[in-house]
């Protein structure tokens, strides 16, 4: 196997195309965030992106995106970012990890979003996780018609609450991918606000996060476009989600509304109208991530299984960061797995959020 090395935007047209065919012979690699646009839009921001590509005699084979340090030490391009990691390559390819760190040059790669048969990560695995994803088919009528026959369960109260806020705000109209860059501006400053008031890191107070979300709005390729769907009740946005999808699979990534609104449940309203609209539009999966949510429990028709880990040489630079990185990692899983460790932790949170947007500390109260 010989393996080369690329910065993301150096990839030739014919890279591109060999990787996107990678994807599409193997359907556990069609996911947006294992696209070639993903890791271009990451490595405009991040200068340790990389690409190694796998060739069997001169034919690529493999696409390997990561991110390193100049010690050596290797994470998943857009750890944090991406809720799907893998190198993706054609079916029958066999290749060892030892062998791709090596020629990476990498003492230790870290992932947490794994694609579950990556068997040459197989032992590297430190933890094994449910991401539930909807299978979705397009209904013979109109929205209502598919939400009664697809989720009985919450038709009623959801169509109720739509009529009342139509009442109460304005007629709901849904656009399944939005191209008014405001209405991006404006999913942005929601979910900043809501991770400051749940106590969560705000991604959005990161300028090359926001960059790359603004350059991933305006890719429109088949394997990879952002797609922004909003909800209106008459001309006030109500709530808005940001994802990528591939030509098959739309990814859940960044969710938000108007805090006014949340009685009318604004959240679950929008993922129900983005499943149905994405059918229509030839997505056939939707990736709601890895986590417990309980709106997941509600949407998902099954689960898939990613990891996480540390796969790694013999390097005294893995082994310290290993020790640095496996016990935070450790103690966010066992909170997470455990209500009765996770609830108190979410309490405090939005704690510690409510005082950072209390007027006593200047900041803007939301």
Known sequence: MDVTIHRPGELTESLRRDWHRAMDESPEYANPFLAPEFAIGIGRHRGGARVAVLREAGEPVGFFPYE???LGVGRAIGLGLSDCQALVHRPGVTWDAQD??????LSIFEFDHLVEEQRPFARHVTGRFASPVIDVKPGDGGYAEWLRGTYPGLAKTTLKKERRIGRDVGEVRFVFDERDPRMLRTLMRWKSAQYRRTGRMDRFARPWIVDVVDHLFHVREEHFTGVLSVLYAGD??????????????LA???????????????????????AEAAARNGVTLVDLGRGD????????????????????????????YRLWRRPVRGLRNT????????????RLLKTVGTLRTSPRTGSERT
């Open 68 to 70: 390193r340090d100049a």
């Open 100 to 105: 791709l760190l090596r020629a990476c040059g």
């Open 236 to 249: 006030r946005p109500v709530a808005a989600h940001f994802g990528p999808r591939s030509s098959t699979v």
């Open 252 to 274: 859940a990534w960044f969710t938000a509304y108007d805090p006014e609104l949340h009685y009318y449940s604004p959240g679950l309203m929008m993922h129900l109208r983005t």
């Open 293 to 320: 949510k309980e709106y997941k429990d509600w949407l998902k028709t099954r689960e898939l299984r990613v990891g996480e880990g540390f796969a790694a040489r013999t390097h005294p630079v893995a082994a310290g």
């Open 335 to 346: 909170v997470l797995a455990h209500p009765r460790l996770r609830e108190p932790a979410d």
